[in-house]
């Protein structure tokens, strides 16, 4: 059986869209480096696809075009496409199943789809998109080309922080009703709640929003707990302000920590400690798949990009 992409990036030591432009942009790599991936090449008997000139038609599809990460993977998207020159058609579900539905529908007419944390179940995100190539990002859905943001690493480096801050009960602000990422972070918090003896009260879902932060302040602070992991670094911001005007300060009164490193959480005051996502590298990876896939060369198993813990100051010791 011939060798794929994903197994000359593993022989070569690189990554798979630094092997795939040593075969589509080579003028992009360092020469060591391109000699080594076309070496691995050699020597596993993979011969690339024949490349095409053709321009692509790319559709992207997202949950809320607002959201600052959603941002930050589109221009990355826009950024790796634009080096083939290949269009980009939007779709913004705005948290919306019924829009998502349509959206996908409409996106399966194009040359190629990225699914970005698309809210559907998975059996119908896949009998929508149909035989249409396409990439899931920040999602496993089985049978599908996914490029996954670790949900594991950087949420239990949070919870091990805080426990050594003297932490002993967390609350976790859940983030959109059907949000897989929501359900792999929450997870990944309770597993480790469990491991350092943490109590743990989960809050209901709301919006990934600041907003949706706010709306989940009284039930933060209604639980008594001294820290809280926010869904995303929007609703932290949301809780620390919703707190605020409660008469709870961060982080003399409670920790607070965020997930996904925005612009803005390095910004405000305090500075807000976050799990750090590979969000750009997420976009740029999914469009080099993408085109792989449409070449008929993507690879089967899923990709998952590491995360981190990033400290500021809107983490401290208890009061007390």
């Not at 360092?30 to 038609?57: I, K, N, S």
């Amino acid at each position: 059986m011939a060798a794929n992409l994903t197994e000359v990036a593993k022989h070569a030591g690189v990554s798979i869209a630094t092997a795939s432009r040593a075969f589509g942009e080579p003028d992009r790599l360092a020469p060591a480096t391109l000699d080594r991936v076309r070496r691995a090449a050699v020597e596993l008997g993979y011969t690339a696809p024949q490349a095409t000139v053709a321009t692509r038609t790319i559709a992207v599809i997202v949950p809320d075009a607002a959201n600052p990460v959603y941002a930050t993977l589109l221009k990355a998207i826009q950024a790796q496409a634009w080096h083939g020159r290949h269009r980009i058609v939007l779709f913004d579900a705005d948290e919306d199943l019924h829009r998502e539905r349509e959206s996908i529908e409409l996106a399966a007419r194009t040359d190629g789809v990225l699914l970005c944390s698309p809210r559907l179940p998975e059996r119908d995100v896949l009998a929508l998109v149909g035989d249409t190539p396409h990439v899931v990002v920040n999602r496993v859905l089985d049978g599908a080309v996914c490029v996954v943001m670790d949900a594991e690493r950087g949420p239990v480096q949070a919870v091990e922080h805080l426990s050594a801050l003297g932490h002993s009960h967390i609350a976790y602000a859940s983030g959109p009703h059907g949000s897989w990422a929501d359900e792999q972070r929450a997870g990944a918090v309770e597993r480790a709640c469990r491991r350092f003896g943490i109590r743990l009260s989960r809050l209901s879902h709301n919006a990934a929003s600041i907003q949706g932060g706010r709306a989940a302040s009284a039930a933060a602070v209604a639980t008594g707990a001294t820290a809280v992991i926010a869904y995303n670094d929007l609703v932290a911001l949301g809780l620390e302000a919703g707190m605020a005007e409660l008469g709870r300060a961060c982080p003399d009164d409670v920790s607070i920590v965020g997930i996904d490193d925005i612009d803005l959480a390095g910004a405000v005051t305090p500075s807000l400690t976050t799990v750090r996502m590979p969000i750009a590298r997420s976009g740029a990876l999914a469009v080099d798949l993408l085109l792989q896939s449409m070449a008929g060369s993507a690879p089967i198993a899923d990709t998952v990009l590491p995360s981190e813990l990033i400290v500021r100051r809107s983490t401290a010791p208890p009061a007390g």
